[in-house]
């Protein structure tokens, strides 16, 4: 029992990763209608950030944490205007954009060995790592603020979403990009500032994992791919898809380490996206869309 | 019959083109060093595995970001026959090749019934899952710390005799009736079945036949490197592929062909001026070169899709009767490179001799 409670804790901690960075790729693809490939390089980026303020001693923790929000939330925004809007406004195909996103990933990762360095390297110790006993489980402080974090930024992005005028203009341009712009809504402005927040979000979850875990320049590829698969897993375009997808691979993750095989485990996100996609293509949450002629 | 005399006389060629390159391929290998016979090698490996996600990704519209993981199977099957079931070389490979088709089958009969951007990540997924099999069935495959002591069979003519018939075989595919519904596909998908093109068919039979191909040079890489680990065959290397297919053009094959060119010989050129500049002092120079390419390499590709998504040749082939009509006659004005026709139909069919290697 004591066990099980410790998984599920687990799983809730690493699911909260997930779900925030799968909230990114929902949001993008709701507006632009593409996977962007380079979603999981913001996280990198993100991580890299705090990393580099908190080493170097130019900000305490708190600060950077922030300064890497809004700063991967601008990067973010930057590849949007200049890798995927040149092309959007060219009217390229959805293909050429998910190329682009691949070279941006290449791109930050490739620079990242290049320029700053190829080690994993520890993040430097900023808060206690001596793990609390709640209930019987053994948790380290940083999962409270994972989960914490995650919570905190999933009731954020609702209310933002569902009840100020900005959020309400992305809702719109995801429905109907035209008649969003027809009722005067900016569109390249609001595309931007999905881009915001889903790097803001992703750079979240990637000072929390680097924290975790380590920081390195591969540390956004396989999170954004299980987390993509989340997104997808939960019905892509839909928010909370996002975050029920992003914990039930987060649960099946760590239940499936814990109780069948820890080998296997970066294969289980996949394997249930491909059952998800072949039971349900549209995701769980999603809703079928007819294509048009 | 004039058609049978045709098709005769096609094989005849075809025939004597494998017998030139055999020829000239054990030629090299005897003349030339081993360095640049060694890339030859690799140019000609790197060539197979972009014609194969080409046809798939350039010619259907699929795009299938699992490549690697299908050159992973025919790389193993290869490796493990010869080397546990004591299969000679050629069987081996040609059972590579299927197996890996097999599981292409086995992949895309679910997943191309999915609309565009997700068959990308579930091929993604399948090629995960395959990593992860090979790296814990540790018995068979040697797991993560990987597969040692392949015989040595990819030599340069092998590698190039591959290439010519991967060539000719894809070249007459897409210019057949079955070629022309993949285009069909990835033109315009509603459109197609609209004209009874049966999509998902064309979708698959794409996707085996390219997955074939990549088996087969996922077999040569391992009988080429004499050693196999499960992260050789990482996404990375999908996107290596992806990018001589973007570099040549989306739906050319002696596209392709020039972009394994170009992403095998530049790292060869960045690596050995770094040599150079470091054997003449200039070590912060030779430092920057070496790490240099692979920012160079991304840096090409983002430049590439923003300037010319179309690629260098677009979906041009590059043949010797473009090339004589450009260059023959000094002083006149070029026509242009493919034969005249409808924007978008491939070329004629008698016209396969193109640049070979």
Same mark, same amino acid.
């Given at each position: ?15 909260? *990763? ?21 979603? @999981? ?61 691949? &070279? ?94 889903? &790097? ?45 997808? @992003? ?12 109780? *069948? ?33 | ?17 494998? !017998? ?13 060093? !081993?360095?640049? +016979? ?23 519209? /699929? ?13 193993? $099957? ?17 059972? #590579? ?23 990308? +990540? ?15 069935? $540790? ?22 005799? $591959? ?28 459109? #197609? /079945?609209? +004209? ?9 039979? #794409? ?46 094959? $002696? ?29 912060? #120079? ?20 923003? !300037? ?29 490179? +493919? ?7 491939? /070329? ?8 070979? !290697?």
């Amino acid at each position: 029992m004591r066990q099980l409670m410790q998984q599920l804790w687990n799983g809730l901690a690493i699911g909260s *990763v997930y779900s925030l960075v799968a909230v990114g790729y929902t949001l993008v693809f709701g507006v632009l209608k593409f996977i962007n490939f380079a979603h @999981g390089s913001v996280l990198t980026v993100g991580a890299y950030i705090a990393l580099y303020s908190v080493l170097r001693h130019w900000l305490p923790f708190p600060l950077a944490f922030g300064l890497s929000l809004v700063l991967s939330g601008f990067f973010a925004m930057q590849t949007e205007q200049r890798a995927y809007r040149p092309l959007r406004l060219k009217g390229a195909p959805k293909l050429n954009l998910l190329i682009t996103s691949i &070279g941006v990933s290449l791109l930050v990762e490739n620079f990242l060995v290049v320029f700053v360095s190829a080690d994993f390297q520890p993040f430097p110790r900023v808060m206690s790592t001596t793990p609390l006993t709640v209930a019987g489980m053994m948790i380290p402080p940083n999962d409270f603020l994972l989960v914490g974090t995650g919570l905190a930024l999933m009731f954020a992005l609702s209310y933002f979403v569902n009840f100020t005028l900005t959020g309400l203009s992305i809702k719109a341009v995801a429905l109907d990009r035209d008649a969003a712009a027809l009722m005067g809504i900016n569109t390249d402005k609001t595309i931007s500032l999905t881009f915001f927040i889903a &790097g803001l979000m992703a750079s979240a979850a990637g000072v929390l994992i680097g924290m975790k875990f380590n920081v390195n320049p591969y540390l956004g590829g396989l999170f954004g791919l299980k987390s993509f698969a989340a997104a997808v897993v939960g019905g892509i375009g839909s928010v909370q898809g996002a975050y029920l997808g @992003g914990y039930l691979i987060g649960f099946l993750e760590t239940l499936g380490a814990g109780y *069948v095989s820890s080998n296997y485990k970066d294969g289980i996100a996949f394997v249930l996206l491909v059952l998800v996609l072949l039971f349900k293509p549209s995701g769980l949450l999603g809703k079928g869309t007819q294509e048009k002629v | 019959m004039a058609a049978k005399s045709s098709f005769v006389r096609r094989i005849g060629v075809f025939a004597v083109e494998v !017998a030139v390159v055999w020829v000239v391929g054990t030629l090299f290998k005897n003349l030339l060093p !081993a360095y640049p +016979v060694g890339v030859m090698t690799v140019l000609c490996i790197n060539a197979v595995l972009a014609l194969s996600w080409n046809l798939v990704s350039g010619f259907t519209g /699929q795009f299938s970001l699992g490549h690697a993981g299908f050159m992973a199977v025919g790389a193993y $099957t290869s490796a493990l026959l010869m080397m546990k079931a004591k299969w000679p070389f050629l069987p081996a490979f040609v059972a #590579a090749g299927l197996f890996s088709a097999f599981v292409g089958f086995l992949v895309g009969f679910p997943s191309l019934r999915l609309a565009g951007d997700y068959l990308s +990540v579930v091929t993604l997924g399948f090629m995960y899952i395959i990593t992860a099999i090979l790296n814990n069935t $540790t018995d068979l495959t040697g797991g993560g710390l990987g597969l040692p002591g392949i015989p040595y069979k990819t030599t340069l003519p092998v590698a190039c005799v $591959t290439l010519v018939i991967t060539l000719w075989i894809l070249s007459n595919l897409v210019h057949s009736k079955q070629g022309r519904c993949f285009v069909a596909v990835k033109e315009d998908e509603i459109a #197609a /079945q609209s +004209v009874g093109v049966d999509t998902t068919h064309y979708k698959i039979l #794409a996707f085996i036949i390219s997955s074939f191909f990549a088996g087969l040079g996922g077999a040569m890489t391992g009988h080429y490197m004499m050693y196999l680990r499960p992260d050789i065959f990482s996404y990375l290397k999908t996107v290596e592929s992806v990018s001589m297919v973007i570099l040549g053009g989306l739906g050319s094959l $002696t596209g392709s062909i020039l972009g394994a060119v170009f992403i095998t010989v530049l790292p060869e050129i960045f690596r050995n001026l770094a040599t150079l500049f470091g054997g003449m002092g200039m070590v912060a #120079a030779a430092n920057f070169l070496r790490r240099g390419w692979m920012v160079f390499y991304a840096v090409m590709f983002l430049a590439i899709m923003l !300037a010319r998504p179309q690629g260098l040749l677009g979906r041009k082939e590059l043949t010797w009767e473009g090339v004589r009509k450009r260059f023959g006659r000094f002083g006149r004005k070029a026509p242009p490179t +493919v034969f005249p026709g409808p924007p978008d139909a491939v /070329q004629p069919p008698n016209s396969s001799e193109g640049v070979k !290697a």
